[in-house]
């Protein structure tokens, strides 16, 4: 970790409420060597954040302001989470961009793709255990979904911004080694996630599909897509996730909610009844 990161949680602007009300899980690093305070601060703002280079600039934002507050004298804060997240649109990730010297968003992506795929060359065991984690219950529902499919009457398929390569060993090491073709990489953004959808479409034209997301951004852009009205859209409510995007969510008609359980995620792949659905 770098030493001008390790700050006391309370001088870099976290809050005990993130973590139940305790310190100590804010303090010191976790795996990948970032400090817990500021992986807990990204958690918080990760629900707003809907591509690759948008990452590299929250986490610059953030790292700066809680520097900036542990020299000033005069007892300036760093930006909560809730005031980012209010603020995090056009302009400001326009001017964030001047700020830290990318000329275009895709400058902001190669920086951080250098750095993770640097990270995964040199010390890929080590890269691995600080990358997968996994929700509880959604390894056990592909893989229940998979070993259940005699033929491709049932297949999963996971759409993700992360590279081929390093979404292949996640996968790998979790349990889960699909095939190429069910691997979607590289897919950066809303719109490119409702393309991979397209693709899906298209590959599969007869079968009935459906989409998981924690985030209601892609859900939306699916829904409002009209060659896609066919695709049943679920909400995973325990990930990436706020209060205000499950409101939205259930808002949708289309969209139905998602718990944690395996069980019914299981059923929402395999195009069974869900539990929303016997309730809507």
Not at 4 to 16: H, I, M, S, V
Not at 204 to 221: G, I, K, M, N, Q
Request: charged fraction near 30%.
């Amino acid at each position: 970790m770098s030493a001008t990161l390790a700050l006391d949680p309370k001088t870099a602007g976290a809050r005990r409420s993130w973590t139940g009300g305790s310190w100590e899980p804010l303090k010191g690093e976790n795996a990948d060597g970032m400090p817990n305070w500021l992986a807990a601060k990204m958690r918080k703002l990760r629900p707003v954040i809907s591509s690759a280079h948008e990452s590299t600039l929250m986490l610059r934002l953030c790292a700066d302001e809680a520097l900036a507050a542990s020299k000033d004298r005069a007892g300036r804060r760093p930006l909560t989470p809730g005031e980012i997240a209010s603020n995090w649109g056009e302009d400001m990730r326009e001017s964030l961009l001047a700020r830290y010297a990318f000329r275009t968003p895709q400058e902001a992506v190669d920086m951080y793709e250098a750095a993770r795929d640097d990270w995964f060359t040199a010390e890929p065991d080590k890269w691995l255990a600080a990358s997968s984690t996994f929700y509880d219950g959604a390894v056990e529902a592909v893989r229940t979904v998979d070993a259940s499919s005699d033929s491709d009457s049932t297949a999963v398929y996971v759409v993700t911004s992360r590279p081929r390569a390093a979404t292949r060993a996640l996968l790998s090491a979790a349990g889960l080694p699909l095939d190429d073709d069910r691997v979607l990489a590289d897919v950066d953004g809303d719109a490119a996630k409702a393309a991979a959808i397209v693709e899906l479409r298209q590959r599969h034209a007869d079968a009935t599909l459906a989409f998981v997301d924690d985030r209601v951004t892609p859900l939306r852009t699916v829904a409002n897509n009209l060659g896609l009205f066919g695709i049943e859209l679920y909400h995973a409510r325990w990930g990436y996730s706020t209060p205000q995007q499950e409101a939205e969510a259930a808002a949708m008609p289309r969209v139905r909610g998602l718990g944690p359980e395996s069980a019914e995620l299981a059923r929402a792949l395999r195009g069974d009844e869900t539990e929303a659905e016997a309730e809507a």
